[in-house]
């Protein structure tokens, strides 16, 4: 069963909490896993896919930007807003406000809270939907 792990992290800064996902990709990349992003849309796909370049100035995650009707993603990291994981993988870090529907095929899913009010109402109903269903949630304060 799929593993959720909630991150809560001080401030309500967005690029902060971008920036933690970030960090938690380039371990879970660096231990020989697949990575899937799930952004809440275009825009947030495209920032997302900066901030992977430049959050540390000593780090290369090699990533790739996909949408349903590209054919090579090759890359061990995905981001998208739009499209479905082309593989199994095994960490899906969820930035968009629900949780996507292909959610439950990855081991391990992240989600990230602030103290934004409305990052913090969602994440909180994201949080009510994995509980009720039953899946092993942990939690982490940062």
């Known amino acids: 069963m799929t593993r959720i792990s909630f991150y809560v992290l001080k ?3 967005e690029q902060d909490r971008q920036v ?20 809440e849309s275009e825009q947030q796909t495209k920032q ?3 901030d992977l370049w430049s959050f540390r ?3 290369f995650i090699p990533h790739q930007i996909v949408g349903n009707d590209n054919t090579d993603q090759q890359s061990a990291v995905l981001v998208s807003h739009n499209a479905t994981p082309p593989r199994l993988m095994n960490l899906l870090i969820n930035l968009a406000d629900e949780q996507p529907t292909f959610f439950s ?6 989600e990230f809270v602030n103290e ?24 982490f304060t940062i």
């Open 11 to 13: 401030g309500d800064n």
């Open 20 to 39: 933690f996902a970030c960090r938690l990709i380039e371990k879970a990349y660096y231990q020989g896993q697949q990575i899937y992003v799930h952004t």
């Open 48 to 50: 997302f896919n900066q």
């Open 57 to 59: 100035s000593d780090s």
């Open 105 to 110: 095929q990855f081991e391990r899913v992240a």
């Open 116 to 139: 934004d009010s409305a990052i913090k109402t969602a994440g909180r109903a994201r949080y009510r939907f994995y509980q009720q269903r039953g899946y092993q949630l942990e939690t």
